[in-house]
């Protein structure tokens, strides 16, 4: 089932659209410290993203996910390789919302919209649109902390929209929710991504969560991160994560992981 | 749900009538976890609030009051070195009966108030430079922060004998008292930011001037508004003392000017009244404007207490 990116890139290439990838991570590697005392954090990685994809990172500790979409977001550079988006400037969750405490649920959306480029005549109305979109409805005057962990996330994914990129870079964003909101939240995703013609780049280390959400789970090795294997996942959405069909995959992924995460002990 | 056979259109279908069920019922739980999980956020009803909160001090100031006038009654100092309560507010009587008392009080309020003024429009972007521009926080931020334990009456000499007995002098004080407060409080209310909203600010684009308008600053807010409220407290300190030193006829006269008349003519009552009157206006100004500013302030970020 590992599949080369190449294929991919092939398969794409084929239809006449005008950027053949969401974002293109081209032999890209990354290193922290001094030349000397480099810790190598990111090997050699090759990924495209096409366009309305979602595509899973997923990886123990120490393989730079997180270092990867920070790359992707350009808020970091890569040491060598090149990195391509194509568009506006990616949308980024976080683990945590991040959301400003000054301001309400409404007006954190709008923010994004404003900084957009979006009159501010309109920006009221695609703010209580988007807030319908993540079932927050009447949410718009809410201050951050009278919302639940759950909403907050909603709001949170609902500021990303805002920004109307073409791709969402997501970085752990359940990992902190409990389990059942954690399940309505990847269905929202799923329901969100497919009425959108979203491409998702989601960083996890929870493999059932990458069965659950991805068309295509890149699994990473630690120290430093390099591609170890690729699964396409071929089941129809919408999955539950308790479906016997992403349990068996999830079973296979994760014995590859376990293998990698070994490895480290062997030395 | 994962047989490979069944042809793409029948799968759609499917999955589109399997979809509207699980999108129904989706919502359906996601309605019940936003009810569970949100709490009602209520305010304690007004009257605990001013039971809770006004009777103490009232309390305090009453047995104050009392200790005094036993202190008067035993006579533990010579009367005309301690009043009684009650010679104090005759003192202040007598001025309010004169139409004089007002004037004193607004002289210093205006001064204090202009001077605070001045002294937020430098201490703002002085403090946001030395927070944001690392050389510049490098050179003059341990200055800064080692003027704040200057007390500022130590410049009243150096203004005199810079600008004579003229109000150049009394706000030159006040600007050297209260631009370090200001500043210092945006450098530590800039350092606090979690990093994750500068972060978060830049993948939305609020990069540059942006940032600091849409992000930086009002994250700052909290600690800025500590900062102006001892700025004020700085300003308003500095004034008395430099109205203290600096008297002069040709100056208005405000409450420090009052305090040396007390002292000119030992009298004792004009002088307690005086330093009551600082008290007041100083207690006044920050429970009237700083207080509610900061409550509100802190109340919409959920950060009070009592707000949950």
Not at chain 2, 124 to 144: E, N
């Amino acid at each position: 089932m590992t599949t080369p990116t190449l294929t991919q890139q092939a398969a794409t290439a084929g239809i006449d659209e005008p950027a053949p990838y969401a974002a293109r991570i081209d032999h890209v590697s990354k290193s922290f410290g001094r030349p000397g005392a480099q810790q190598h954090v990111l090997d050699d990685i090759t990924v495209d993203v096409a366009p309305g994809e979602f595509v899973c990172l997923l990886g123990a500790s120490g393989c730079g996910k997180s270092t990867l979409l920070n790359l992707v977001a350009g808020l970091d550079k890569p040491t060598a390789g090149t990195i391509d988006v194509p568009g506006s400037r990616p949308a980024l969750m976080f683990q945590e919302h991040a959301l400003f405490p000054w301001l309400t649920a409404g007006k954190n959306i709008e923010l994004a919209l404003k900084l957009r480029g979006t009159p501010r005549a309109d920006r009221r109305d695609e703010a209580e649109r988007l807030l319908e979109l993540v079932r927050l409805k009447g949410a718009y005057g809410k201050r951050v902390h009278e919302l639940s962990g759950g909403m907050r996330q909603r709001v949170a994914m609902a500021r990303a929209l805002a920004q109307d990129s073409g791709l969402l870079l997501m970085d752990e964003p359940f990992a902190a929710l409990d389990a059942i909101t954690r399940d309505v939240l990847h269905d929202e995703l799923t329901r969100i991504w497919e009425a959108t013609n979203l491409s998702v780049l989601f960083v996890t280390h929870n493999v059932r969560e990458a069965v659950r959400l991805a068309e295509r789970v890149i699994l990473l090795s630690s120290r430093p991160g390099r591609i170890a294997r690729t699964w396409e996942v071929d089941i129809p959405q919408p999955r539950r994560i308790e479906d016997a069909a992403v349990a068996e995959l999830s079973v296979e992924i994760t014995e590859q992981l376990r293998g990698e995460i070994r490895r480290h002990g062997q030395h | 749900m994962a047989s490979t056979e069944t042809t793409t259109e029948t799968r759609n279908a499917a999955d589109a009538k399997a979809a509207g069920a699980r999108g129904a019922e989706t919502a359906g739980l996601e309605a019940g976890l936003d009810a569970l999980e949100t709490q009602a956020v209520s305010r304690p009803p007004v009257l605990r609030t001013l039971l809770s909160k006004v009777v103490p001090p009232v309390v305090a100031v009453l047995i104050v009051l009392a200790l005094w006038q036993l202190a008067y009654h035993f006579e533990l100092k010579a009367h005309y070195q301690l009043p009684s309560p009650l010679d104090v507010w005759g003192s202040l009587r007598e001025k309010w009966l004169e139409g004089t008392l007002l004037s004193y009080v607004w002289e210093s309020v205006s001064r204090g108030a202009l001077g605070f003024a001045a002294s937020l429009v430098i201490g703002t972007p002085l403090g946001l430079l030395v927070a944001r521009v690392r050389p510049v926080r490098a050179a003059i931020g341990p200055i800064l922060s080692g003027l704040q334990s200057l007390p500022s009456v130590a410049w009243v000499p150096a203004a005199i004998i810079w600008f004579g007995i003229t109000d150049a002098t009394i706000y030159a004080v006040v600007l050297l008292g209260a631009v370090p407060s200001i500043a210092n409080g945006l450098i530590s209310g800039v350092d606090q930011i979690p990093p994750l909203f500068l972060r978060a600010g830049r993948t939305i684009g609020a990069t540059g001037m942006k940032g600091v308008r849409h992000v930086l600053l009002p994250a700052a807010l909290p600690g800025y508004i500590s900062g102006l409220k001892q700025g004020w407290a700085f300003s308003w300190r500095s004034l008395m003392a430099a109205e203290l030193i600096a008297t002069s006829p040709d100056l208005g006269a405000g409450l420090g000017q009052l305090l040396d008349q007390g002292r000119v003519g030992s009298d004792m009552s004009l002088v307690l009244a005086a330093i009551l009157l600082i008290l007041i206006v100083g207690i006044g100004i920050e429970l009237l404007i700083f207080a509610p500013i900061e409550r509100r302030v802190l109340r919409s970020r959920g950060l009070l207490p009592n707000a949950r």
